[in-house]
């Protein structure tokens, strides 16, 4: 269960890593805002390939259930857009995103370790 689930959890990581560039680079580079065309067809069949694969091993490691892979997925992408957005964006980091973030990271545990 837990080696489906951590490859899962990985692609997901991956896919929530590039999906961030292919949407957010366009704020930071002027090249990126002027081939905006080349990145999102560079960036959608390998990030699409990566969220299919991605919960194709959740459904593995959660015994064909949907639902644990779709909260870890919203889960991981949100933490991930929290820490890029403030780390390439330098976009503070409010109390209340902070209590979401933390949020995020209850909600992986739960899902995790909750038998």
Not at 65 to 91: A, H, K
Request: glycine share 10%.
């Amino acid at each position: 269960m837990y080696k489906n689930v951590l490859i899962g959890v990985g692609l997901y990581l991956i896919a929530h890593i590039g999906t961030w560039f292919q949407l957010n680079s366009q704020f930071f580079s002027k090249w990126a805002k002027d081939h905006w065309i080349l990145i999102t067809c560079t960036f959608s069949i390998p990030i699409g390939l990566l969220f299919v694969y991605g919960t194709k091993y959740m459904a593995d490691g959660f015994d064909g259930m949907l639902w644990p892979g779709r909260i870890l997925g919203f889960s991981i992408g949100t933490l991930v857009f929290g820490i890029f957005t403030y780390l390439i964006m330098n976009e503070p980091i409010s109390l209340k995103t902070s209590v979401l973030l933390g949020l995020c990271v209850l909600i992986i545990l739960i899902q995790v370790l909750w038998k």
